[in-house]
C-alpha cells in the first residue's frame, strides 16, 4: 500500500495555455509527489503572448470551495496566486486564518510578463493589509517587491524586504529576472535581514509561468517538512531546470516544462 502524499491547496486563476495560473500549480505539485488541492479565483482570457481579461469568482464561491475540501482533506500547505478581486483576498484571509499552523507561499502577481495588469489598487490594498500578514514566504520579483513595499522603482531590496516583514509575512523571496545582469539572483530575507542568496545563469528568451512554478515547488517542499531556506532553495533548483527544458507552443513565450527529464 502506497505512503499517501502531501496535500497542498493553491488559490489560483485559470490559464488555458497551462503556462501559469492554477493549471501550473497543479501541474508543479504533481510533479514535485504532492496532491493538488484547487480553488478557483477567476477565469482568464489569455494565450502565450499576453492576457486578455479577467473575471473573478465570486467570494462566496471562494469560501464555499475551500471550506468544502478542507473540512475533507487537510492541507499540508498552501499557495496563492491571482487573487481576482479585493473581496477574494478578504476571503482568502478568512479561511487560512482558520489554519494558523499551516504553512503559506504567496505568490503576489500583479501583472502578466507582457504588463497586463492582474491586481487593482483595491486588491492591492487588501493583498498588503489581509494577506501578507498570513504568509509565511512572500515571493515577489523585484518589481513586486517595490510596489509591494509602496518604494521608489529604484529602491533598495534589502529595505523593500524589511518593510514587507514588517507587515507580517515571515520570509520574503525576492526573484532578481527583472533586474540587469548575466546572472539571475535571488535573495531570502527573514525579518532580520538577508538569509541567503542564490545565484542562477540567465536564460534566453521569455518564460510564462516562471513565478508560479517557483512559488509552488517552495509549498510542495514545505509540505514536504523541509525547513523555509531548504525549501526555497530546492524549489528555485527545480523551476531553473523546468525553465532550460522549456518550450515554445504559441506565438509568445515560452512555458516551464515542469516534467523536465535529467540531464
Request: aromatic share 4%; glycine share 8%.
Amino acid at each position: 500500500m502506497s505512503l499517501q502524499p502531501p496535500m497542498v491547496l493553491a488559490f489560483a486563476t485559470s490559464d488555458p495555455t497551462g503556462g501559469a495560473g492554477l493549471q501550473a500549480d497543479l501541474l508543479t505539485l504533481a510533479s514535485l509527489g504532492c496532491h493538488p488541492l484547487s480553488v478557483l479565483t477567476a477565469v482568464s482570457a489569455q494565450d502565450t503572448r499576453g492576457v486578455e481579461g479577467l473575471l473573478a469568482i465570486e467570494p462566496e464561491w471562494i469560501e464555499r470551495q475551500a471550506r468544502l475540501v478542507l473540512a475533507d482533506i487537510p492541507a499540508a500547505a498552501f499557495k496563492v496566486g491571482v487573487l481576482g478581486s479585493a473581496r477574494n483576498a478578504q476571503a482568502i484571509a478568512t479561511i487560512l486564518s482558520a489554519h494558523p499552523r499551516t504553512p503559506v507561499v504567496l505568490d503576489p502577481v500583479l501583472a502578466s510578463g507582457r504588463g497586463d495588469a492582474l491586481s487593482d489598487s483595491e486588491t492591492i490594498k487588501a493583498l498588503r493589509s489581509a494577506l501578507l500578514p498570513l504568509a509565511t514566504v512572500l515571493t515577489p520579483n523585484s518589481l513586486e517587491a517595490r510596489r509591494l513595499a509602496q518604494a521608489a522603482p529604484d529602491a533598495d531590496l534589502a529595505e523593500c524586504a524589511r518593510a514587507l516583514t514588517k507587515l507580517g509575512c515571515k520570509y520574503v523571496l525576492v526573484t532578481g529576472t527583472h533586474e540587469s545582469g548575466a546572472q539571475v539572483v535571488n535573495t531570502l530575507y527573514g525579518a532580520g535581514g538577508a538569509l541567503r542568496e542564490d545565484r542562477w545563469p540567465r536564460l534566453a528568451g521569455e518564460f510564462h509561468g516562471s513565478g508560479c512554478t517557483l512559488a509552488s515547488a517552495l509549498a510542495a517542499f514545505l509540505a514536504r517538512g523541509l525547513t523555509v531556506e531548504d525549501a526555497a532553495q530546492r524549489a528555485q533548483a527545480y523551476t531553473w531546470k523546468t525553465l532550460e527544458a522549456g518550450f515554445r507552443p504559441g506565438q509568445g513565450q515560452h512555458l516551464p516544462n515542469r516534467f523536465f527529464e535529467p540531464k
